[in-house]
């Protein structure tokens, strides 16, 4: 791809004034169509050290209205970055619709070998690199994201005279590190790394575009009508849904399950307090090996999930967990991919995270009350297996609950509330509607079992008439796993 490019294409600077002012009045013009359509748009620069990146995005932005863009540095390496998985990063850059953000370098960078030192990944974790990279511009393309991605190419002695000029200027020559001339003397190399880079990862949907860059001018007017040329293309055809996929006889897991295991008081005080100073040693060694864990609860309405959280976390360093409680979007959530509100909550080496309903009320809450299309409900199953699997490739544990009830159970502890004056703000209309489709929601359920349940993300069913006994075995569970995965 690289190597068959030649990147000394030239411009004269009469050319270059006269497309320059045209260009830049068709990007003004054209930021606007970008807001009214609630468009996002993603502009990622990649390149050679010394290709011109930082300019070039400058003169980009020039015409464009500051209050509806956003340029990020991405490149740097630091603690909040390292400590999370790689993608989390570029999950919180995303912009909400109709806003453009720019990236000075992008995830790709880290497929390359020098980068994956700097973030002390090995050779053999790369090959994940492209399955999660792939799999994270194929989820934002099919929500709507235009991702126009940039590599500006200039030849070896072209960068070897910049790093020249820039050391000579005392106030430049801080940019030119020692990793820079590396590269300019491994240029071929690297030029190989580059090209099965973009190779891996340009897609019908997100090519690759390449900029010849030897010439300042040249480039200049490439990229903005790159970036024309894309945009136009995505207002004239929209992203179409895809097919929806739907599945012939679910299995009806939860009707084979009896929910009615129990465990005797004298049995349930032992049980807590071991398994509770089990957690608390636990959390310890969680932060002591900076190993993060996510625990997701779902189940039905007053299945007994805040019980259980509290017992969870009562004997846990309150530093080092968070619980985040999931309810409708809010509207700079509903703005970006459903996924970006849980990824920014994802947390770091370390520390655990408990997600009180989660990411799977899109094929849940959002299927049955149909505030989704199916197509895009759908679609879900897979993004969501790629998340995980994203998090667990990381090092995460991912331990995700099912608290199950009879509807026998559920109406006594709705009129259990409903006449407590303490426990009655609990219950709400939205409960008693939820309750009205229990047979839609089992289906739902038991799909959502079939399609997400995997070896590195299983399902566990707690059984939860009891609520001693459903406490103990999340704890169990939890302490079990984290145990294996701590040794």
């Not at 863009?69 to 850059?93: A, C, H």
């Not at 050779?123 to 991702?147: K, S």
């Not at 307090?273 to 007053?302: C, H, I, P, T």
Request: contains cysteine; proline residues 5%; neutral net charge.
């Amino acid at each position: 791809m690289l190597s068959e490019v030649n990147p000394t294409k030239e411009m004269d600077g009469k050319e270059y004034k006269e497309t320059l002012y045209r260009l830049e009045d068709e990007l003004t013009d054209l930021q606007q169509k970008v807001i009214l359509a609630g468009l996002p748009v993603v502009i990622v620069f990649e390149g050679w050290s010394a290709s011109g990146k930082g300019t070039h995005i400058s003169r980009l932005v020039n015409p464009l209205d500051p209050r509806h863009f956003d340029v990020r540095t991405t490149g740097k390496m630091n603690e909040e970055k390292q400590m999370r998985p790689f993608l989390w990063s570029y999950w919180t850059y995303l912009p909400p619709k109709g806003q453009i953000v720019i990236l000075d370098k992008s995830w790709h960078r880290l497929i390359l070998p020098t980068v994956r030192g700097d973030w002390g990944l090995s050779n053999m974790e790369a090959h994940g690199f492209y399955f999660d990279v792939n799999a994270f511009e194929r989820q934002l393309a099919d929500d709507g994201y235009l991702i126009i991605k940039l590599f500006l190419h200039i030849s070896k002695g072209e960068q070897r005279r910049r790093f020249k000029a820039l050391e000579k200027d005392p106030t430049t020559a801080w940019r030119i590190q020692e990793h820079d001339w590396k590269q300019n003397e491994n240029y071929e190399q690297d030029l190989r790394q580059f090209e099965k880079m973009m190779r891996m990862t340009s897609t019908e949907a997100n090519p690759w575009h390449v900029i010849e860059s030897n010439d300042k001018r040249f480039a200049t007017c490439k990229i903005m009508r790159t970036i024309i040329e894309a945009i136009e293309s995505r207002l004239k055809t929209p992203v179409k849904p895809l097919k929806a996929d739907i599945p012939d006889n679910i299995p009806r897991f939860l009707r084979s399950v009896a929910p009615d295991e129990k465990i005797s008081h004298s049995e349930y005080k032992d049980a807590l307090e071991y398994y509770q100073e089990r957690m608390k040693k636990l959390g310890n060694k969680m932060f002591a090996k900076r190993r993060s864990a996510v625990v997701v609860y779902e189940g039905w309405d007053a299945a007994g999930k805040g019980g259980t959280i509290k017992r969870l976390t009562s004997e846990l360093d309150p530093r080092c967990y968070a619980v985040v409680p999931i309810a409708a979007p809010r509207p700079q959530e509903i703005l970006r991919h459903y996924l970006w509100r849980f990824m920014v909550k994802m947390p770091k080496d370390g520390h655990l995270t408990i997600f009180d309903r989660s990411w799977y009320g899109r094929v849940l809450i959002e299927r049955v009350d149909e505030l989704t299309p199916e197509p895009v409900w759908r679609r879900a199953y897979r993004e969501i297996n790629e998340m995980e699997q994203h998090l667990v490739g990381h090092g995460t544990v991912i331990l995700k609950f099912w608290m199950h009830i009879d509807k026998d159970e559920q109406m006594c502890r709705f009129e259990s509330r409903q006449s407590d004056p303490l426990k009655r703000h609990k219950l709400t209309e939205e409960d008693w509607r939820n309750r009205e489709k229990w047979d839609l929601y089992e289906e739902a359920v038991d799909e959502m079992l079939l399609r997400t349940h995997t070896s590195h993300a299983p399902w566990i069913i707690v059984e939860s008439n009891s609520k001693k006994y459903a406490r103990i075995k999340v704890l169990q569970t939890v302490t079990d796993a984290l145990d294996d995965a701590l040794r």
